[in-house]
């Protein structure tokens, strides 16, 4: 052994000291780097911290675009089902619990890499580490299976994002193509839309999908920070022109109820809860970034804006239209070339954000069934991976627009 080969002599008991002291020195390194996490480390590690990744701006741009998508054109709808009172305030309770429990996950993520000295945490694995933890026997035993749950659970969620979106740019690329020919250039005058049948929507679906299959092929979140960026500029100037329509002609708003009844409040929290998108995307965003210690500000930062933009456009939007507020509220806006706009700018917003909301199913899927395969093939399959999860989410969107169609025309 090589503490009895170095005992012999003056340098064998040097020897013996720097193996002592680097143990010592190991020992120390592993303990400091555990209770760094409470004082906000990343979950990567200092060696990983080095490499590439996206900035504090990027990982901005992607946290809001994660967020803002098609339901904050409902969150007007929301508020008439909750009260011009309880709608806001529900909405910043909601706010401030989604960005405390984001934090959450974000700190365990990161305690169990500084524990087991990992440079990364996923989804699955803080899940599993903190069953292992638990003081249930049973729940240690099943701690992988709560992995695969979650797994699961994301992959649903996300992929069911995508079959949203997929759905929304149909209906209202359908909606711009049918009105098109009494669309005038008068925005005061909001008669009755006169409407040309064109194609079924379920071609229109088809129609995005070899755009969609591009998109898709982009695996690096710091060439998908542009088509966030764009998305979240579309969306900002329809959000503006929406709002400059609301403020223009708000009636008195003492006749609206403060509170609702509670038997729509239901409806209220389902609108609000599908708004808060953004929880798939905190863990590959935070693990992607190349100084993960002030990811905890920006993730702060990025849902109060969040968070303000939906209290606005759902407030106003209520408070202008009133009791006649529609599911989405660009359906209130007069039929002219500048509101018009607000659903071509959505269509392209919503266009970019489909590959931010596929990139945490695909992230979970992929890597898993290329490391089932050779090098050579890995390729291949990666892209044979994403154009399949791509059809499919078109697939399930044409089954849903053919099964809405059947019920409207039996009503």
């Known amino acids: 052994m090589p503490m009895t080969k170095s005992a012999g002599?003056?340098?064998?008991?040097?020897?013996?000291?720097?193996?002592?002291?680097?143990?010592?020195?190991?020992?120390?390194?592993?303990?400091?780097?555990d209770s760094g996490f409470l004082d906000g480390s990343p979950s990567e590690s200092p060696d990983s911290e080095t490499t590439k990744g996206i900035t504090a701006f990027q990982t901005l741009v992607h946290l809001v675009k994660g967020n803002i998508g098609t339901g904050i054109l409902g969150l007007p709808l929301a508020t008439k089902n909750a009260g011009i009172l309880m709608g806001p305030l529900s909405l910043l309770a909601m706010g401030f619990i989604s960005c405390h429990c984001m934090h959450i996950l974000v700190r365990c993520a990161q305690r169990f890499c500084h524990r087991l000295n990992k440079p990364f945490m996923d989804y699955g694995d803080t899940v599993m580490h903190g069953l292992e933890g638990s003081p249930s026997t049973w729940l240690r035993h099943h701690a992988h299976w709560g992995r695969r749950m979650v797994s699961f659970f994301l992959i649903v969620t996300q992929m069911g994002f995508c079959c949203v979106y997929i759905v929304f740019l149909a209906d209202n690329l359908k909606q711009v193509v049918e009105a098109?020919?009494?669309?005038?250039?008068?925005?005061?005058?909001?008669g009755t839309v006169i409407l040309t049948p064109t194609v079924d929507s379920r071609l229109y679906m088809l129609a995005f999908l070899p755009l969609l299959v591009l998109i898709v092929l982009i695996r690096n979140l710091r060439v998908l920070t542009i088509f966030s960026l764009l998305a979240n500029i579309t969306m900002l100037v329809s959000l503006i022109i929406i709002a400059q329509s609301i403020i223009q002609g708000i009636p008195d708003p003492s006749h609206l109820p403060l509170v609702a009844n509670w038997?729509?409040?239901?409806?209220?929290f389902g609108t609000a809860v599908f708004s808060f998108e953004s929880i798939g995307v905190v863990l590959p965003l935070e693990n992607k970034m190349k100084d993960a210690r002030r990811f905890p500000v920006i993730l702060s930062l990025g849902m109060s804006i969040v968070t303000a933009l939906y209290i606005s456009i759902g407030t106003l939007g209520y408070l202008r239209f009133g009791n006649d507020i529609k599911a989405s509220i660009t359906l209130n806006l007069p039929n002219c070339w500048l509101y018009q706009s607000v659903k071509i700018l959505y269509i392209i917003g919503i266009l970019c954000t489909y590959a931010l909301q596929f990139y945490v199913p695909a992230?979970?899927?992929?890597?898993?069934?290329?490391?089932?395969?050779?090098?050579?093939?890995?390729?291949?399959l990666d892209l044979f991976i994403r154009f399949s999860m791509v059809s499919l989410t078109s697939f399930h969107s044409t089954e849903s627009s053919l099964r809405r169609s059947s019920l409207s025309e039996g009503s």
């Open 363 to 380: 992230e979970i899927i992929i890597p898993f069934a290329t490391s089932q395969v050779s090098k050579r093939r890995a390729l291949p």
């Open 9 to 33: 002599g003056p340098q064998g008991a040097v020897d013996l000291k720097l193996d002592l002291k680097s143990s010592y020195e190991s020992a120390k390194k592993l303990q400091d780097k």
């Open 263 to 268: 038997k729509t409040y239901s409806l209220f």
């Open 180 to 190: 098109v020919n009494s669309t005038t250039n008068n925005c005061h005058y909001n």
